[in-house]
């Protein structure tokens, strides 16, 4: 398997832009995580989805921020409009039942920066 | 409120050296606990996990971990550090069972040669 897919790897954009990041889960995952990480905070869960329903979204930073699961193998999450202090990098992670049930699977993140 | 705690936010050992990282969690049942490393630039990797059973864990790249019901503490070891380790290292706790892991800070491991 591929792992955990995030697109793009790199995003710089001005402020007041919409920002749109990806992410494609590991196939038969059915939870998919999307967390932040800056220096100043460290790794923050901004919203989780499982069978593609959002169970927990209370980490959204605030409405600027949205997310999508319309299918199993494909979640986005938005920023608009974006604002330098959404610098960081995003995660998204899956996480599968049976006996790896509770084990996340990272992608390698989408370092974004907001000038 | 569910907390992780990492105490330690740096630590430097010699390469060869033992190591333990310190990971302690507010809740009184036994939840899911997790160690990830993060290398520079990577996303986070599994080590290892403790459900329930044993509560020595082994896991890879030869680090174990603990579980000390009484201290609410699942510590992670290694007895000889290599160079190759150098990266941060999270302790997550999956208090509910039910999927989703809180994180603690991190602590990031600076290997000297």
């Known amino acids: 398997d591929a792992g955990v897919i995030q697109s793009p790897r790199h995003e710089v954009t001005e402020m007041g832009q919409e920002v749109t990041l990806r992410c494609k889960p590991i196939s038969g995952h059915n939870s998919l995580f999307w967390y932040r990480q800056t220096m100043m905070r460290g790794l923050e869960l901004l919203i989780y989805?499982?069978?593609?329903?959002?169970?927990?979204d209370s980490g959204m930073p605030e409405d600027r921020f949205s997310a999508k699961m319309p299918n199993a193998s494909f979640s986005t999450l938005k920023i608009q409009p974006s604002e330098p202090r959404d610098s960081a990098v995003y995660f998204c992670a899956s996480s599968p039942t049976g006996t790896r049930f509770g084990e996340q699977f990272f992608g390698p993140g989408t370092r974004l920066t907001v000038l | 409120a569910q907390s992780v705690t990492q105490p330690d936010i740096h630590i430097t050992v010699s390469e060869g050296a033992s190591l333990e990282l310190r990971c302690n969690y507010s809740?009184?049942?036994?939840?899911?606990l997790f160690w990830y490393v993060q290398s520079p630039g990577q996303g986070l990797q599994l080590l290892l996990k403790?459900?329930?059973?044993?509560?020595l864990v082994q896991g890879i790249k030869g680090f174990e971990a603990e579980f000390k019901r009484s201290q609410s503490s699942f510590n992670l070891r290694k007895p000889s550090v290599h160079w190759s380790d150098a990266a941060e290292y999270f302790c997550?706790?999956?208090?509910?069972?039910?999927?989703?892991?809180?994180f603690g800070d991190g602590t990031t491991l600076t290997v000297k040669p």
């Open positions: 989805f499982n069978n593609n329903v959002p169970i927990d």
């Open positions: 809740y009184g049942a036994t939840p899911y």
């Open positions: 997550a706790v999956d208090f509910t069972n039910a999927g989703k892991s809180t």
């Open positions: 403790y459900f329930s059973g044993d509560t």
